[in-house]
């Protein structure tokens, strides 16, 4: 299994660098960003490659719970926070493990196990995942997908019958597809197993044509062959 990248939100300094700390002594934990500003970790998550975030859940500028409704499940969560009473709340969504302040490293240690459970059952067993698109969760099979559009601020994943439109960027999207697919364009990524025909500068899913970036070109024939 690779290495977990992780992301620290809290608006607590000490707390911050404790566990910056834990983290590095863990050798399947890479810590990529920390902050006390969950704005900034917003901007963060969205251009940049992330797998866990420890989050806190009561911060002045965005809640814990709000951050999770923003970020959605594309990212997992162990949560921290020095309030024991928030914890049915954190719950109730996608998370890992609840941490309560002060956080020890036995107790850390605890919480990456159960991280790298999580993740290793992730690379072993998915074939699917969910997505939130028109106030619902959906349900969608990577082998259902055909390409996945780039539209400013959401992407469009397209299967053969319908399309969601999702709040996230190609970037995200890639750390979450299987090998199969890939980037062929700086807008598109497609499903290797749906390509139908490939010309010099397209490439035909069932009736869509889709552009290949100059750049992206000599990847896509390594993988094919």
């Keep these: 299994m690779n290495t977990i990248k992780c992301v620290i939100v809290d608006d607590e ?47 002045p500028e965005l809640t814990g719970i709000n951050f999770m409704k923003i970020v959605g499940s594309r990212q997992k969560y162990i949560l921290t926070t020095a309030y024991s009473e928030y914890a049915l709340e954190g719950y109730e969504h996608n998370i890992i493990d609840y941490l309560l302040k002060p956080v020890s490293f036995d107790r850390f240690q605890k919480s990456a196990l159960k991280a ?13 995942f969910f997505v939130k698109s028109s106030g619902q969760q959906h349900r969608l099979l990577f082998n259902d997908i055909l390409y996945i559009e780039s539209i400013k601020d959401y992407v469009n994943i397209r299967t053969e019958d319908e399309e969601y439109i999702v709040l996230d960027t190609l970037k995200s999207m890639e750390n979450q597809l299987p090998d199969q697919f890939i980037r062929i364009h700086k807008s598109f990524i497609i499903n290797l197993d749906k390509i139908k025909s490939i010309g010099a500068k397209k490439v035909m899913l069932s009736k869509q044509e889709i552009p290949i970036g100059d750049i992206y070109r000599a990847n896509l024939l390594d993988k094919l062959k």
């Excluded at 790298?116 to 699917?128: P, W, Y």
């Design 13 to 59: 300094p000490l707390a911050i660098s404790l566990l910056e700390n834990y983290i590095r002594k863990i050798p399947f934990f890479e810590l990529v960003f920390s902050t006390e500003n969950p704005i900034l970790a917003l901007e963060y998550i969205k251009d940049n490659d992330s797998d866990l975030i420890f989050l806190d859940i009561q911060m």
């Design 116 to 128: 790298r459970e999580r993740f290793s059952v992730n690379e072993e067993t998915d074939s699917h």
